[in-house]
């Protein structure tokens, strides 16, 4: 089992920029391709970022490609998404979890992590 604790949120204004952290524990971290999602308030849950088991492969959601950065460190247990040029319309909870395989699927992603709220004013 795995448990993911993400960090880094906070309040920013449009244009800024922010990293969030997701811790894991659990040995078995390095061998899970790992996933970014957020919800915005009144909206379903969406896929924002993706990274495989060994950071050879990235995929992003067209709304954040060029400004959202993914990445890990399976030695630190840690992924991260580095967030630039922030948009109001970025402001949402967000989440990480681990994935067995490469997918942008919500159901395809078996540990969740409890959410960081991130707040971008205009």
């Known amino acids: 089992q795995v448990q993911l604790v993400e960090s880094g949120g906070g309040l920013v204004q449009a244009g800024g920029s922010l990293r969030l952290s997701c811790a894991a524990s659990?040995?078995?971290?390095?061998?899970?391709?790992m996933g970014w999602f957020r919800q915005a308030p009144g909206k379903e849950r969406e896929f924002v970022a993706h990274?495989?088991?060994?950071?050879?492969?990235?995929y992003y959601a067209d709304s954040v490609k060029g400004r959202f950065t993914i990445s890990r460190d399976n030695a630190k247990y840690a992924m991260y998404l580095q967030m630039t040029s922030l948009k109001p319309e970025d402001t949402a909870v967000y989440y990480c979890?681990?994935?067995?395989?490469?997918?942008?699927?919500?159901?395809?992603?078996?540990?969740w992590g409890q959410g960081t709220q991130v707040t971008v004013s205009s």
């Open positions: 979890a681990t994935s067995y395989s490469f997918s942008i699927r919500q159901r395809d992603y078996v540990y």
């Open positions: 659990g040995r078995t971290f390095s061998s899970y391709n």
């Open positions: 990274i495989t088991w060994n950071g050879g492969m990235t």
